[in-house]
């Protein structure tokens, strides 16, 4: 463990001060979070009955129940007993299911029909609304814990990107680059990526798509090197990292990680106590208590990648994380450890933002989910990938996403991702040829004691801790 210089001054007070506000903010956001949570429970629970097993009503269309799920939520969100509102968040049991659906759902008096088109304005603008408070003061207030989190990822940032450009430039093809994900932190995140661009020389590398291999593994590729008659061993400075043929990712990691550490223990930039870690697919920057105030940890990962022309698309490759599934007839001279990972979560990302660059409320509804997600520990199986691509398919088919349309995409949202859930299904909007594979995680899921559906049926009833 390395130990920085001196502490600074009066952090402590500042973010005590600063996140007064916040905390007020935080308790509105909350309030309609579970307000939130008491809807999709209406909707997703109805929808997600076949596959739950526990309730008679998955029939009924999400559609015509969200207007007066909005509605009943309002209600439950009202009532003050707490020997009621204990009922509400207490487990539920299987035979108790339908009779809890019936609960929370508005009689036939307080539903509004779908030909009832001012009710139903009237319902869209107030959810409108709450969802705009609860994006306003739960995603985007600008805390002082977050705000001191990304001016010290900045600090790290700057000194190890011209540590390593000076001194390693033949590997390094520029700065140290947030990733693209970074731009959908929530405020339940204290981890960070970094991306390290390296320079691939054609002319002694070759990137080759494992799916077009032997190996048939779609998704990875590896680099390989050639022209060695032109360009002997040693030629390059990427062939200390040489696997047989292939670029070996952990070597290369390996390397970095120590030049990385040599470099903040000369800087001693960061003040903090930190270790620098090798996880497998990536280096962790681990710094404690990277907050004054605040008892926790801060992880900034830096992952090595190359750009790579796929068709008519650059993609972005980075270090595999873990061994990938490989069958066992698929026998080849490439190591599975020489294996780099199309990134398709920072693919999805990009191509989201350049959906939303018509002032779109795209990133809007998937930070408002991924809030909610993330704040039961059960829901963190689904990845921002899983939820980007559910989008981007909803996006396929609405056209319409301005902002006075929110409440309209936000429940097309939650009816897409339940509807692959009580299909037993994963979207894969960047590589549907990989949907067997995701069908094969799912499956493992369901088999598991704690199945997915059991994890989210119980996740709505209970609501937002």
């Known amino acids: 463990?390395?130990?920085?210089?001196?502490?600074?001054?009066?952090d402590g007070k500042e973010v005590e001060k600063a996140n007064k506000k916040q905390e007020q903010d935080e308790a509105a956001?909350?309030?309609?979070?579970?307000?939130?949570?008491?809807?999709?429970?209406?909707?997703?629970?109805?929808?997600?009955?076949?596959?739950?097993?526990?309730?008679?009503?998955?029939?009924?269309?999400?559609?015509?129940?969200?207007?007066?799920?909005?509605?009943?939520?309002?209600?439950?969100?009202?009532?003050?007993?707490?020997?009621?509102?204990?009922?509400?968040?207490?487990?539920?049991?299987?035979?108790?299911?339908?009779?809890?659906?019936?609960?929370?759902?508005?009689?036939?008096?307080?539903?509004?029909?779908?030909?009832?088109?001012?009710?139903?304005?009237?319902?869209s603008s107030n959810l409108v609304e709450d969802l705009n408070e609860y994006y306003r003061s739960v995603i985007r207030s600008s805390s002082a814990k977050r705000m001191a989190i990304r001016d010290l990822v900045e600090k790290a940032r700057q000194p190890l990107s011209m540590f390593l450009v000076k001194n390693h430039g033949s590997l390094v093809e520029g700065e140290l680059v947030p990733a693209a994900s970074d731009r959908l932190i929530t405020k339940h995140q204290d981890e960070r990526t970094l991306f390290l661009p390296l320079t691939v020389d054609c002319r002694m590398w070759e990137i080759c798509d494992a799916g077009e291999s032997v190996l048939e593994m779609r998704g990875f590729f590896c680099v390989r090197r050639i022209n060695l008659d032109d360009f002997s061993i040693g030629t390059s400075p990427w062939d200390p990292f040489l696997s047989g043929s292939y670029l070996n990712p952990e070597l290369l990691q390996r390397?970095?990680?120590?030049?990385?550490?040599?470099?903040?223990?000369?800087?001693?930039?960061?003040?903090?106590?930190?270790?620098?870690?090798?996880?497998?697919?990536?280096?962790?920057?681990?710094?404690?208590?990277?907050?004054?105030?605040?008892?926790?940890?801060?992880?900034?990962?830096?992952?090595?990648?190359?750009?790579?022309?796929?068709?008519?698309?650059?993609?972005?490759?980075?270090?595999?994380?873990g061994t990938p599934y490989q069958e066992s007839a698929a026998l080849s001279s490439i190591p599975q450890e020489n294996l780099w990972l199309h990134s398709l979560e920072e693919e999805a990302v990009l191509e989201m933002e350049s959906l939303d660059e018509?002032?779109?409320?795209?990133?809007?509804?998937?930070?408002?989910?991924?809030?909610?997600?993330s704040t039961e520990p059960s829901m963190k199986m689904l990845t921002l990938y899983h939820l980007l691509t559910v989008l981007?398919?909803?996006?396929?088919?609405?056209?319409?996403?301005?902002?006075?349309?929110?409440?309209?995409?936000?429940?097309?949202?939650?009816?897409?991702?339940?509807?692959?859930?009580?299909?037993?299904?994963?979207?894969?909007?960047?590589?549907?040829?990989?949907?067997?594979?995701?069908?094969?995680?799912?499956?493992?899921?369901?088999?598991?004691?704690?199945?997915?559906?059991?994890?989210i049926y119980d996740r709505l009833f209970k609501g937002t801790k």
């Open 1 to 10: 463990m390395a130990t920085g210089g001196e502490d600074s001054g009066n």
């Open 29 to 123: 956001g909350d309030k309609v979070g579970s307000w939130l949570w008491s809807g999709v429970k209406v909707g997703a629970a109805l929808k997600v009955g076949a596959m739950l097993g526990v309730t008679t009503l998955g029939a009924t269309a999400l559609g015509a129940v969200a207007v007066g799920a909005y509605a009943a939520l309002k209600i439950v969100g009202s009532i003050e007993s707490p020997e009621e509102e204990e009922d509400c968040r207490g487990d539920v049991k299987e035979g108790d299911a339908e009779k809890k659906d019936k609960e929370y759902l508005p009689s036939p008096e307080q539903a509004p029909s779908d030909c009832d088109s001012g009710t139903k304005r009237e319902f």
């Open 255 to 321: 390397f970095l990680k120590k030049k990385i550490q040599l470099s903040l223990d000369e800087e001693k930039v960061l003040g903090l106590d930190y270790d620098v870690k090798w996880n497998g697919s990536s280096i962790e920057l681990i710094i404690e208590n990277p907050v004054k105030g605040y008892a926790d940890m801060l992880c900034i990962k830096i992952i090595p990648c190359m750009k790579v022309e796929k068709g008519e698309k650059t993609i972005t490759v980075i270090a595999q994380s």
């Open 358 to 373: 018509d002032g779109g409320c795209r990133k809007k509804c998937l930070l408002i989910l991924k809030s909610l997600l």
């Open 392 to 455: 981007l398919e909803v996006c396929e088919e609405e056209t319409e996403w301005e902002e006075e349309m929110l409440a309209e995409r936000f429940l097309d949202l939650l009816k897409a991702l339940e509807g692959y859930l009580r299909a037993d299904n994963l979207a894969h909007h960047c590589s549907p040829e990989d949907v067997a594979e995701s069908l094969k995680w799912l499956a493992h899921l369901l088999q598991s004691n704690e199945c997915i559906a059991d994890l």
